[in-house]
């Protein structure tokens, strides 16, 4: 079985070589000593300028590589890393993040060790513990929640659902090959999207609680305003992201996998919370006229009670923590905004939790 390891990158020569390696250590397996996979390592760049393409060369014929002689968005370099890879499975790893060393053969010993091979699994994905810009770890690990076995009803009820960000995925191949290539004019950015979503709809998801790689986060401005992640720095536009994110991967899913899923969908109970605080913090780019707090706490309860995985101890606090944004003045809202990102109280929410399978 061979694992095709996609790494995407636009001028992240400063932690390019980190995730490289990373890549590159998959094939020694780990100090578990589980059985190796066959592991290439494909490395896409889009006309970066700070000397990643030197980067990239030195590691001479141990990699693959492709750079784009001109800026052309991230589905571009996911285009170019599907068409030069042939592993069975494929993992797009960021330029910025890296993976433990065990990550891929922890995944396929877990896969081997599912009823008949986990032949109708399409993809595996595990938690991400998140690191600072130096790669110092972080008190936080990610997703919360993951969901995995069949999310279908999920995504037809939620337009998504729990899961980690590109590099915490390893998908079948032949679960997201039809949806490639990508339009590019539609995913310069959050190109991870549509395998994320579409995968789930030829397989089961295969979850493994433990973090086997590490999701950077370089931008102290997004944390500080409580935006979760490197791109939209406030929470209004990561609201017309999600957006776009979800009606462009269905869209291919129409097309390409004959289901139309139009919605009206529940919003899940993490992007209520960003919906929220958009609503409360910047209310003049909030992107959904007709919210108020009345229907902000409807649809929480609904969210919460739809949405499975959360114990009782979590819904409370999750409301309690609506109800305290919602009458706080706007600067005391503003201050408060950043307990979205606090990894200590998502640590002490996690301890109510009967058991430690659930992130």
Partial sequence: MRVSILISSHNYARFLAEAIDSALAQRNGGPDALPVPEVEVVVCDDASSDGSDAVIRRYGTRIRHWISPDNRGQASMM?????????DWVLFLDADDRLEPQALAHCLARLRAEPDGGRDVAKIQFLLRCIDREGRCMSRTIPYLMHDGDVRPLIRRFGSYGGPPSSGNLYRRSAIARYFPLAEADWRRAADTPPFILAPFQGRVLGIDAALGAYRIHSGTNRARGCFGNIAARHADTLRVDRHRREASLALLARHGGERIEGPFLPAPWNLRTRVLSWRTEPQRHPYRHDDALR?????ARSLRECPGYTRPERYASQLWLMAMLVAPPALASRMAVTNTSGR?????RSFRPDTAVA
């Fill in 345 to 349: 109280l998502r640590s002490w929410l």
């Fill in 79 to 87: 285009n170019a890393a599907m068409a030069l890879s042939t592993g």
């Fill in 296 to 300: 902000l706490l409807q649809l929480q």
